[in-house]
């Protein structure tokens, strides 16, 4: 029977059509969006990856990236001169305190602090109203406190970060690199009591002595740790001890070093690594982490002064066996490296990394490294009393003036 041709294209109207395009249509419609959205997120992985680093970078470099802001509510605009240049003449004083202060340097009168840039201007003058005024400085800080009394201060560059009071008359402060201040004061119920303030002039941590006097602080610069020397009598005998301290527990000391030699601690210098305490007849280096003897030197004589560095430390001392004043350089295991002859008329010793730096009469000798051999001599043109070294040059106390004098 013979289809008709009406019924025939009916029929293959209906006939289902392929869907092969459509369906590879559909799967790339897919794949496209499944690519996009993990593009998606892993650029959203990358942002946040982004943000977590910088959030972490300035984190880590709060203090240098907000610098300029500490302080600007107390910036200081007060001075005494504005002339720049050398000499700088100084005001009349019953006394002097100079000190380095990172790439400038400062003055302590007994009525104001004064604060000056290498070229010799002045960057302020503050009226401090202590009546025994000391101060302590590290590469960005000056702690001002009257001892005897109950006041202390922190500035920058240019401002009051902070000021406080005490219950108790102030003995002495630390500084340490991280900004964070310790003040001892002594007290009618105990030895001394120690505080401890972070870089704000938040309270950190109290310590307080019942039978041991502290004679010295240093702060390890991890920002969480501080070293200190203490004498207490046993048996007729002075003992000095070392502790060390984290300022985040309330515990005691972490570790202590004791020693009997009829020792007076005179400096103390510690870092993540080393902790060395000077004494006037004996240096002992420990180690940070454990409290342990790296090495101790003995000499006999009278300690006229000392410095230590990451590199080296140096002790000048008038020998007693031979009545000659001796410098003697140690590692930091206490070990001796060289000895030299400081000269009749040296007071003052200064380290620069690896550089001995010595004020000898009006001239400035310089000893390079392991005091093997003495190297140049800088002739100044009249007696100083003091001096520090910022870059190549120093700056040197005199009688009513400061001078510079540029040196390798």
């Known amino acids: 029977m013979k289809v008709p041709e009406q019924v025939k294209q009916q029929a293959a109207k209906k006939e289902p059509q392929p869907k092969k395009e459509t369906t590879a249509k559909n799967i790339n419609l897919t794949k496209y969006r499944k690519s996009k959205k993990f593009k998606q997120n892993i650029a959203k992985l990358i942002l946040i990856i982004i943000c977590i680093a910088l959030f972490a970078w300035v984190w ?9 802001l500490r302080g600007i509510a107390s910036k200081i605009e007060t001075r005494t001169s504005t002339s720049i240049g050398f000499p700088v003449t100084l005001p009349g004083s019953a006394g002097y305190s ?8 400062s003055l302590l009168t007994d009525t104001y602090l004064y604060t000056y840039m290498t070229t010799g201007e002045q960057i302020y003058a503050l009226r401090h109203g202590y009546s025994n005024p000391s101060q302590i400085t590290s590469d960005r800080r000056i702690l001002l406190y009257d001892k005897a009394s109950y006041n202390f201060a922190l500035y920058n560059k240019t401002s009051l970060i902070y000021e406080k009071t005490v219950d108790d008359k102030i003995l002495f402060g630390a500084l340490g690199s991280d900004d964070m201040v310790a003040i001892v004061t002594a007290s009618s119920r105990y030895s001394n009591i120690l505080y401890v303030y972070d870089s704000g002039g938040n309270w950190k941590y109290t310590k307080k002595f019942a039978d041991e006097n ?3 602080v240093a702060f390890t610069g991890d920002g969480q740790h501080l070293t200190a020397t203490t004498v207490s009598v046993d048996s007729g005998e002075i003992v000095t001890t070392v502790y060390k301290y984290s300022v985040r527990s309330s515990e005691s000391y972490e570790w202590k070093y004791s020693f009997r030699s009829n020792s007076l601690p005179c400096g103390l210098y510690a870092d993540e690594n080393n902790v060395i305490t000077i004494c006037d007849n004996k240096v002992v280096s420990l180690d940070c982490g454990s409290g342990e003897l ?5 000499f006999s004589g009278e300690l006229m002064d000392f410095g ?13 066996s031979t009545n000659r004043n001796t410098i003697i350089t140690l590692d930091h295991s ?3 490296v060289a000895t030299a002859s400081a000269g009749s008329n040296a007071h003052k010793i200064l380290l620069d990394n690896d550089t001995l730096y010595v004020l000898d009469g009006m001239n400035i000798r310089v000893f390079r490294t392991s005091l093997l051999e003495s190297g140049e001599t800088t002739t100044l043109t009249e007696d100083y ?10 700056y040197l106390l005199g009688y009513d003036t400061v001078n510079t004098e540029r040196i390798g």
């Not at 880590?60 to 300029?68: G, H, M, Q």
């Not at 100079?98 to 340097?105: A, H, L, T, V």
């Not at 790296?294 to 003995?298: K, Q, S, V, W």
């Not at 009393?385 to 910022?390: L, P, S």
């Open 385 to 394: 009393t003091d001096f520090i070294k910022i870059a190549d040059s120093v």
């Open 334 to 336: 206490a070990q001796p």
């Open 308 to 320: 230590i560095t990451q590199s080296f430390m140096a002790i000048y001392y008038n020998d007693v």
């Open 214 to 216: 502290i004679m010295n």
């Open 294 to 298: 790296n090495g101790e030197y003995t």
């Open 98 to 105: 100079f000190e380095k202060f990172g790439e400038n340097f």
């Open 60 to 68: 880590f470099n709060a203090d240098r990236l907000f610098e300029p």
